[in-house]
């Protein structure tokens, strides 16, 4: 089996390391990628002459998805919306501006995103996905497996799993894995909250998306012991609904409208 300079070497080599940080397409964009992932693509270069035009072929094609995200549906959805809700009242008026602010967000971030992976590929380094169609996602678990995908993945890895390892070897919930699952949780989103700012809609907003991972998996539990699980056609497309509603409730919290009134 043949090795990689990872697995060859203890310590990471100085130059992969100031490259990983100062790598211009994701330096900006919080954990996009991992260094172990980026160093196994450094060990790919150079590139052959067709990958290379493979590369910014496909480069090219997300580079003009970043364009039409960020700086055409999400630049007329903060004109024609944001803009003309902000300083109105109103249940409706509230709605309406979460619904608008969520799908500014998705596409503010996700062509954000898309410009990072797309000159990722120029210099041959594949950046991860960081949104796979997270408004079809039927639960909170997996809406956050679709939606900042990097955030989510590196709170699993550092917070949820470290948390878990020691209350599991410490015995803090004397065995009860389901109680340590949810502190996890909410200790992992309450973090995730922390992370995008100290504000009190930042804090709550991760309270929040905490509370919702619980309680989805708890009436999961909860209807898969009683057997009252459906595979009527119906329940995706209910579930869809409902998890992008409370998402969106979410993202409301985030945006701060709540908070200024």
């Known amino acids: 089996m043949l090795l990689s300079r990872w697995d060859l070497e203890a310590t990471p080599r100085a130059a992969d390391v100031a490259s990983y940080l100062l790598f211009a397409p994701t330096i900006s964009a919080g954990p996009i990628d991992r260094f172990r992932h980026f ?15 493979r590369d910014v072929e496909a480069g090219i094609h997300r580079i003009a998805q970043g364009l039409l995200y960020k700086f055409i549906l999400a630049n007329l959805i903060y004109r024609n919306a944001l803009l003309p809700l902000a300083p109105r009242t109103g249940a ?5 501006y979460m619904y608008a602010y969520s ?18 590929r120029f210099f041959g380094i594949g950046v991860p996905e960081n949104f796979n169609a997270p408004f079809i996602s039927r639960s909170f678990g997996e809406m956050w497996n ?21 209350a599991t070897r410490r015995r803090w919930f004397r065995g009860n894995r389901q109680r340590a699952h949810h502190v996890a949780l909410l200790l992992t989103m309450g973090l995730m909250g922390c992370w995008h700012g ?11 998306q905490g509370v919702m991972l619980v309680a989805y998996d708890a009436i999961g539990r909860w209807t898969d012991r009683r057997g009252l699980v459906s595979e009527a056609r119906w329940v995706r497309p209910a579930m ?6 409370l998402f969106c409730v979410g993202l409301l919290i985030f945006s701060g409208r709540l908070f200024t009134r």
């Not at 450094?42 to 990958?51: E, I, Q, S, V």
């Not at 869809?240 to 509603?245: A, G, K, Q």
């Open 146 to 166: 679709r939606w900042h995908i990097s955030l989510s993945w590196w709170l699993r890895d550092h917070v949820y799993m470290r948390f878990m390892l020691h």
């Open 198 to 208: 100290l504000e009190l809609p930042y804090v709550v907003y991760g309270l929040y």
């Open 103 to 120: 799908l500014y967000l998705f596409f503010d971030f996700a062509g954000y995103s898309a410009f990072a992976i797309g000159v990722g």
């Open 92 to 96: 409706l008026v509230t709605a309406g």
């Open 240 to 245: 869809i609904v409902l998890t992008v509603n």
């Open 39 to 53: 160093t196994r693509a450094l060990d790919g270069l150079p590139r052959l002459r067709h990958d290379y035009l």
